[in-house]
């Protein structure tokens, strides 16, 4: 069975930092493109940052492009994203996602989130 | 504003069909077949329902169908149960990104 687990989310103030892990189970992690989603609270869905198999090819939403940053490690099966310079607008639930192909854009399996509330 | 146009409500009796459309661009949902749709229950994370246009992951009802035309997507599910009310969101591909429609929320009467 397939388990993403989220963590690292929580309250930050404006301008700081945050890194989400995503643990990863119940399949080969290596061979799978990961993505991050997120959701703001009420809001609809927004595709935040995807990276392929192997690492090699990486992209982000407009809205966080130079913000944040994906990545990935294969010993640990785990995705990550470190979030830098957040904004009021980053507040959202973030889902951690697998990909059903190694670089591919349908996002099979989805974690059950981690919130991240961005507030002074 | 969302890359994707889906109406943001739609609504149905038990038992009958209903359609929901994802409009998009020649640059996303006209350049390409990579159309998912995902279901999403109040507080749960969204679920796959529809990738490929219309293709159906294993365990996902047959109630569920997805087509495309031109730079317009579509979802329909028959047969309305009370399960089926729930938020549907539409995706696709887009130059090296992924972009999401609205979303639109689905009453079963």
């Known amino acids: 069975e397939v388990q993403l687990v989220e963590s690292g989310g929580g309250l930050v103030q404006p301008g700081r930092s945050l890194r989400l892990s995503c643990a990863a189970s119940?399949?080969?992690?290596?061979?799978?493109?990961m993505h991050w989603v997120r959701q703001p609270p009420g809001k609809g869905l927004e595709w935040v940052s995807s990276i392929s198999w192997n690492s090699g090819s990486i992209g982000y939403a407009d809205s966080v492009k130079g913000r944040f940053t994906i990545s990935r490690d294969y010993a640990k099966k785990s995705l990550y994203l470190q979030m830098n310079s957040l904004r009021t607008e980053d507040t959202a639930m973030y889902y951690c996602?697998?990909?059903?192909?190694?670089?591919?854009?349908?996002?099979?399996?989805w974690g059950q989130g981690t919130l991240v509330t961005v507030s002074s | 504003q969302s890359a994707l146009t889906q109406p943001a409500s739609v609504s149905g009796s038990l038992g009958q069909s209903i359609t929901i459309s994802c409009t998009g661009s020649?640059?996303?949902?006209?350049?390409?077949?990579?159309v998912s749709w995902y279901q999403q229950h109040p507080g749960k994370a969204p679920k796959l329902i529809i990738y490929?246009?219309?293709n159906r992951p294993s365990g996902v009802s047959h109630r569920f169908a997805g087509s495309k035309s031109g730079n317009t997507a579509s979802l329909t599910i028959s047969g309305l149960q009370g399960e089926d009310e729930a938020d549907y969101y539409c995706n696709s591909y887009r130059l090296n990104t992924v972009v999401f429609g609205g979303g639109t929320k689905l009453a079963v009467l």
């Open positions: 490929d246009v219309s």
């Open positions: 020649s640059s996303d949902v006209g350049a390409n077949n990579y």
């Open positions: 119940g399949f080969n992690f290596d061979d799978y493109a």
């Open positions: 996602v697998k990909d059903i192909d190694s670089s591919g854009y349908v996002l099979q399996y």
